[in-house]
């Protein structure tokens, strides 16, 4: 069915009065005492029908009930002076949420003005944002908070609000489970079926690479979908979400859409993840009904850290061997479902689509798709894109028949740029039916270092504590010792991108229980904080490498620690499980240490360990980029070894030679004197060595190429001779 329906509901309101989304480190939450909600009702009954109703996969996956507010300083919640700023607190309830969110409008904050919003519980706290994190247009998406409560705060420099500066106009309901299926009575509803797959059940790095291109789509605060960042033949780096038309089919719902980065669980069959890197707001730039797609650009370019891909494409006639898909069915984790054989080429079953437009997945070997999947890639062996959902009767139970729009339609469906992929895809009208996909970090992860102090050779190993002492020595433990840090010796200046820690042992007891990284200024000992990040426990397991990120890089200047404190809601004893990081064997020389404990007075290093005293390291790297600038490439040609291209002038084929370091995937484009893409063809582990193309068709002329070795490019200009 084209178009989008929006599941209906009888809304009742109780009262008339009523980076990037990037957080910052600004200013802190008053979380004052609450004695009166907002309250946004919905009736119980509707919301049990919904639950009940099978939800089409041509439609968006709803969630949650919107209700149109007009909540503003003016009108309802309370004013509270704190020091030289004024705060705008407004509460809001609505019964029987799993989570609530809000659509802020205006969203125009001056300058110093700040916003933190958070559950009753204080449990999950968002923000700092700032008018940094919007959208440009005014209008500011929320994600979610899990309850049925959530409190906004507003925080304002001086002692008044600006009129007109901030507002809320829609508050949602969450009736199916954004964060998963804690909180409803009956687990049939607001979950994947048994057959999907976790992509992090795969150790194939194609799927890997091409899941980082994928990213889950919050429509409006109420639907969800699948959606994939995709490369273009232009120079320029362009953050392009394709989707399908029926998720996002007005330039008002790609400005109120939240864009998801890296929703998967972090292992095989693991826990849903409660940090989640996301982007607030796009740009409408082409849609069409009539093929059911949508691309928008993101209004800000995804952070390194989001470590985003953008995925190549395929828009030949050549039909793919085999496909697979990564997707979000009903909004969960990612995953991925496997054709091992070639779709076929057809028209959608339902009238109003262009014919013949279409591939139809006759049976998926592994997975399924479901609502919520909509909009989400077809990729071929390649891991190159070929189309994307717009929907089909493929269940757990009957993997069958799922149709895909064809992506070499949408680029040629018309000739107005509003309504093709060409015009965006192909800027520079190359004419190219094969792109690669790009890694936009990859040069400045070329450049990334890995600092740490323990021994690569040294396994690591935790101390267990004897009766009738319990615990770890670097965990929660009978010596009431919570927080740990390493020194990190830096001598310049640099980003931190990503921090791992080597997990000796990691159990939770209650959904609460966590444990939060710190970076604290460096010095004598642990200084101010730097930035924090919270995390589940049970988003962790033994013996595992937990990698942890600050939403952003983290930019600093010399030396620095790193480290974390243990959280258990339920007090702890001995016969309970622990969470505890790994540590070196003991250094010889005390001088050597660089391990840190607080005894809940102050730091002190681990040869004063009250238990276990030692010189020792804990098991904690840190990834350092230089820069984290999209295209900041200082001289890579001096740095590299040189492409050698030979016989110039050529006759029946040419070769490229390069010696030096390995290089993985090699991609090679011959264009005429007029720009049209003659010869394209991508490799892997062909340098150091030679790569002769044949190329005896080619009529004689003057020709240029562009070669691209990982995250370096060379061009040039060849010659192919006249035989005569």
Request: include cysteine; charge should be negative; charged fraction near 15%.
């Amino acid at each position: 069915m084209k178009g989008r329906a929006l599941i209906s509901i009888l809304i009742f309101l109780s009262s008339l009065n009523i980076y990037s989304q990037a957080e910052f480190s600004v200013g802190s939450p008053l979380m004052p005492v609450v004695e009166a909600w907002h309250e946004i009702a919905v009736d119980p009954q509707q919301v049990e029908v919904l639950r009940s109703i099978e939800q089409a996969k041509d439609q968006p996956y709803q969630f949650a009930i919107p209700v149109p507010v007009s909540l503003t300083p003016e009108n309802s919640g309370f004013i509270v002076h704190r020091g030289s700023e004024t705060i705008w607190v407004l509460p809001v309830s609505s019964k029987g949420a799993l989570s609530l969110n809000l659509i802020l409008s205006p969203f125009d904050l001056p300058e110093g003005a700040y916003i933190y919003i958070y559950d009753q519980g204080h449990q999950v706290v968002r923000g700092a944002y700032t008018r940094e994190s919007g959208t440009n247009t005014l209008t500011m998406p929320l994600m979610p908070v899990p309850g049925d409560r959530m409190v906004l705060e507003c925080h304002f420099p001086g002692r008044s609000i600006p009129r007109g500066s901030v507002g809320v106009t829609q508050v949602a309901h969450d009736y199916a489970g954004f964060f998963g299926l804690e909180g409803i009575k009956d687990l049939y509803y607001g979950r994947s079926g048994d057959c999907e797959v976790d992509i992090n059940c795969s150790t194939n790095t194609n799927y890997l690479r091409a899941a980082r291109s994928v990213v889950r789509l919050l429509v409006a605060g109420a639907e969800l979908c699948t959606g994939i960042l995709v490369n273009t033949t232009g120079g320029e780096y362009k953050a392009y979400v394709l989707t399908a038309n029926h998720c996002i089919d007005t330039a008002s719902l790609a400005a109120n859409t939240i864009f998801v980065f890296n929703y998967q669980s972090p292992f095989c069959d693991g826990p849903d993840l409660t940090n989640m890197h996301s982007l607030a707001g796009s740009l409408l730039r082409a849609e069409n009904p009539d093929i059911d797609f949508t691309l928008v650009e993101l209004n800000q370019f995804p952070s390194l850290v989001f470590k985003p891909y953008l995925s190549g494409w395929d828009i030949t006639a050549t039909v793919p061997s085999n496909t697979f898909t990564i997707h979000h069915p009903e909004g969960d984790v990612k995953k991925i479902s496997i054709d091992d054989n070639a779709p076929i080429s057809t028209s959608y079953p339902i009238p109003g689509f262009v014919a013949n437009s279409f591939w139809r997945i006759l049976r998926w070997e592994i997975g399924a798709t479901e609502p919520g999947s909509s909009g989400g890639p077809l990729f071929d062996s390649n891991g190159r894109l070929r189309g994307t959902l717009t929907g089909g009767s493929a269940t757990c139970a009957e993997p069958l028949n799922d149709y895909y729009a064809k992506l070499s339609r949408m680029f040629n469906i018309t000739t107005i740029t509003s309504t093709n992929l060409k015009s965006w895809l192909d800027p520079v009208a190359t004419g190219a039916t094969i792109v690669s996909g790009r890694d936009p970090y990859a040069y400045n992860l070329s450049r990334a270092d890995t600092l740490r102090n323990m021994p690569l050779t040294d396994p690591g190993t935790a101390d267990l504590y004897s009766l009738p002492g319990w615990g770890y020595s670097t965990g929660h433990n009978s010596d009431s010792l919570i927080r740990y840090a390493e020194y990190i010796t830096f001598p310049g200046t640099g980003e931190i991108a990503w921090v791992k820690l080597n997990i000796a042992t990691a159990t939770n007891l209650t959904e609460a229980d966590s444990v939060r990284v710190f970076l604290w200024n460096g010095g004598a000992q642990p200084g101010s904080v730097i930035a924090s990040k919270m995390y589940r426990i049970r988003e962790v397991k033994s013996n595992y490498e937990m990698e942890v990120d600050f939403g952003r890089t983290i930019k600093v200047t010399g030396s620095y620690y790193v480290g974390y404190t243990v959280y258990y809601r339920s007090r702890l004893n001995f016969p309970q499980p622990q969470f505890a990081v790994k540590h070196s064997a003991p250094w010889p020389l005390l001088t050597q240490n660089t391990a840190w404990f607080h005894n809940g007075t102050s730091w002190r290093p681990f040869t004063q360990h009250p238990s276990f005293p030692m010189a020792t390291s804990l098991g904690i790297n840190v990834i350092m980029v230089e820069n984290s600038i999209l295209n900041d490439i200082e001289d890579p040609e001096s740095e590299v070894a040189p492409l050698k291209v030979f016989p110039n002038p050529f006759g029946g084929s040419i070769t490229f030679s390069m010696s030096g370091t390995g290089v993985t995937e090699t991609t090679l484009r011959i264009y005429d004197h007029a720009g049209r893409v003659v010869n394209a063809g991508e490799y892997r582990n062909i340098f150091p060595g030679d790569l002769t193309v044949e190329l005896p068709g080619l009529p004689p002329g003057i020709y240029h190429y562009n070669l691209k070795n990982d995250s370096v490019f060379y061009s040039g200009t060849v010659i192919k001779a006249d035989p005569r």
